[in-house]
DNA sequence: TGACAAAATAACTATGTAGTTATATAGTGT
DNA sequence: ACACTATATAACTACATAGTTATTTTGTCA
């Protein structure tokens, strides 16, 4: 019987699509950004953000049981930060490409209207 | 009245989450993985990835919309490929960090197992 | 034209999830 | 103990989407 390649195969694009799916959503990416300058509140994030306070609370739950941001307690205070900076290389990795493909709709559309 | 930098911003984040949507489901990192090696027709990505075809044709739909895939026509085949191989750099971006957490954990496992 | 194969599309089901409202928990200061 | 604030959680709604089955479209070849 043959190993099962596939299925481990199948396993990681699991873990890969999961972190994915995380930064999927504009709101968490919103929170990252919001976080890129330093730590915040939950209350600074919402304000930042402009959501509600249960809604921010699940998005950092899922982005910090996804490993991407991290908890720590102060008072009454919940302070939440980056814990995996390299999301941000991800993310301006994506700006670019999106920057160069808009780049390009741009000079075919300046192409296009060129008089011969 | 101000600029609405932040609606412009909202909608930056609409555009780079829905790359990232792209990449956050197993099914089309198959796809994508299958491409790597080449151009494929429908039926060999279906074969490749053990889905059924109308599934295939769907994501491949997706990813030609999102502009991550190309498509060409030659008698009756369709034949897809990558039109946007930085997808690669970043999914072994986040393969990194996977494995690099993996290492953590297995190191702290490690020493929990330690004899003093 | 008719039979066949490849691919796309439509209609549907089932599941996941973003956001809301209401409530519970926990820490602080009186 | 009480009032107050910050955060988490629960229950719910609405919507998106992955996958399936059935059908349609399109090209090839006889």
Do not use: W
């Amino acid at each position: 019987m043959l190993p099962t390649s596939i299925e481990l195969n199948d396993e990681a694009m699991e873990l890969v699509a999961r972190r994915f799916k995380l930064l999927s959503d504009p709101m968490r990416l919103k929170i990252l950004h919001a976080l890129h300058s330093g730590e915040k509140t939950v209350t600074e994030i919402v304000e930042l953000t402009g959501s509600t306070q249960p809604n921010i609370s699940k998005h950092l739950a899922a982005l910090r049981n996804g490993g991407l941001v991290r908890r720590r307690s102060e008072s009454n205070l919940a302070y939440f930060s980056i814990a995996a900076p390299f999301i941000f290389e991800l993310c301006d990795r994506v700006c670019q490409s999106i920057a160069t493909e808009l780049d390009s709709l741009q000079k075919n559309f300046s192409l296009q209207n060129q008089t011969k």
